[in-house]
């Protein structure tokens, strides 16, 4: 038996990691919104006092894989020095039926949301756009600056997060990571940070219905992108947006259960499903969102897992055989991937 290919945090890291990573998952969502594959809810287990743990199954049959993500989320870890988040990622061979690799299940959920987060900026933006605005500071806010900087040339980066602290030192993180010069501005207000952006991702940890991003601070023709808050009704972009935009998600069945801003824009007669785009039609080409407003909700579906891990397994093995590695670049960091399990 063949031992499984053991995959860190560290071994995520890179931009030509985090390139594949965003390729293969273009390949993956054209295969689901064909109908080519699925992704099946996973399982919650609530137990004692607000602890979780999940279970995150499913099949890429064209790919011939499967993975399992099991991720405990314990509220109390962080009064103890640890992450919210732990988990593991189990990739496995269809046919044979054999473990191939083992993923850090924390890294690759951060790794894996900033990608889908990047796919859409790849499809949704003109290739030269530089300016991009983040709200929110944490694991997720620099998953999604790694994956958007393997997509476009950053320049210019503006932040807002709760605390100024905790915006600055993620500020000094992308002054000491980025491979080009990178202006970065700390700003008061989230309004401050998104005005005339062409490109604009909110990461938080927010759980209430109280919009993070109001529609009308967002410039025409700008691309957003909304990981998600913590709570299925929690919305961090104001839904009266989704109105005048071109609406993009991961599975369209998907967003309906579990994305709040979704959710409040079709109660509010805002938009209808059918509106609803599936980033499988955006890759194909028969969706183009360059030049106008665009909204990627995010949820999170096992099949990334899948599909990320089949990436970064892939570039793991190459390096090991000597076929060239990704270039190092320090990782997201240890954490709670804002918003996605």
């Not at 038996?1 to 890179?14: F, K, R």
């Not at 399992?68 to 870890?77: C, E, G, Y």
């Not at 989704?242 to 509010?268: F, K, Q, S």
């Not at 970064?312 to 590695?325: F, I, N, P, Y």
Request: charged share 20%; with cysteine; glycine share 10%.
């Amino acid at each position: 038996m063949t031992a499984p290919v053991m995959i860190h945090a560290a071994d995520m890291s890179g931009t030509r990691r985090m390139t594949r990573v965003i390729d293969v998952l273009g390949e993956m969502f054209t295969d689901l919104a064909a109908g080519r594959t699925r992704s099946p809810a996973r399982t919650v287990v609530e137990h004692g006092d607000q602890r979780v743990l999940l279970v995150s199954p499913a099949v890429w049959e064209q790919r011939g894989v499967g993975s399992v993500k099991v991720t405990t989320l314990t509220p109390d870890n962080p009064a103890r020095g640890l992450p919210l988040i732990h988990g593991i990622v189990a990739l496995t061979d269809l046919e044979t039926g054999q473990i191939t690799a083992l993923l850090d299940g924390a890294e690759l959920t951060a790794v894996r949301t900033g990608a889908v987060a990047a796919l859409a900026t790849r499809w949704c933006t003109p290739d030269d756009t530089d300016d991009l605005a983040v709200i929110g500071a944490g694991v997720q806010a620099r998953a999604l600056i790694r994956a958007t900087a393997a997509v476009r040339p950053l320049r210019t980066v503006r932040i807002h997060s709760r605390t100024r602290a905790g915006a600055e030192k993620f500020a000094d993180w992308i002054r000491d990571t980025a491979d080009r010069p990178v202006r970065v501005t700390v700003c008061d207000t989230a309004r401050e940070a998104v005005t005339d952006a062409p490109v604009i991702c909110t990461a938080t940890s927010t759980d209430d219905g109280t919009p993070v991003v109001e529609a009308d601070w967002v410039a025409p023709g700008a691309h957003v992108n909304v990981i998600g808050g913590t709570h299925p009704e929690a919305v961090e972009l104001d839904p009266a947006l989704l109105g005048d935009a071109v609406n993009l998600v991961e599975d369209r069945a998907a967003a309906l259960d579990g994305a709040g801003e979704i959710r409040a824009a079709l109660a509010g007669g805002l938009i209808k499903a059918e509106d609803l785009y599936e980033l499988g039609g955006l890759v194909s080409g028969a969706v183009d969102a360059v030049g106008r407003t665009s909204v990627l909700r995010t949820v999170g579906m096992a099949i990334e897992d899948t599909a990320a891990a089949v990436a970064l397994s892939g570039t793991c093995r190459a390096a090991e055989q000597g076929t060239g590695g990704p270039s190092a670049v320090p990782s997201a960091g240890e954490g709670a991937p804002d918003g996605h399990v």
